[in-house]
């Protein structure tokens, strides 16, 4: 799977379709491949952030700072874990890496 193109499966509770190797090996795959950008692409952002290259909520929206960049259609963001908690509004389109 290339980044950008995961189709999201709905589970609801009793309802098809089943948990199944497929579907499990698929999120793992996806997963595998989002850690593995993550440490080829984030490696310069591995060093404390400062106060200008991380996210910050302001009016409860999420501000993107210098280290945004985009997996497909998707933003990411990269902080630490109480700038991430103090997100109120979590972005669907957005994926969260906390350091």
């Known amino acids: 799977m290339a980044l ?3 189709e ?10 089943g948990i199944s190797a497929a579907r499990l090996n698929k999120n ?3 997963t595998k491949e989002l ?3 993550s440490k080829t692409h ?3 952002d591995a060093k404390e ?8 909520k302001k ?3 999420l501000q993107t700072g210098l280290n945004a960049e985009k997996v497909g259609s998707y933003k990411v963001w990269v902080g630490i874990q109480d700038d991430y908690d103090d997100i109120e509004n979590k ?5 969260y890496f906390v350091k």
């Open 4 to 6: 950008g193109d995961y």
């Open 8 to 17: 999201k499966t709905t589970y609801v509770e009793g309802s098809p379709p």
């Open 28 to 30: 793992e795959n996806k």
């Open 35 to 37: 850690d593995d950008w």
């Open 42 to 44: 984030l490696a310069d």
């Open 49 to 56: 952030p400062s106060d200008t290259t991380h996210h910050v």
């Open 59 to 61: 009016d409860s929206t």
């Open 91 to 95: 972005d669907a389109n957005t994926l």
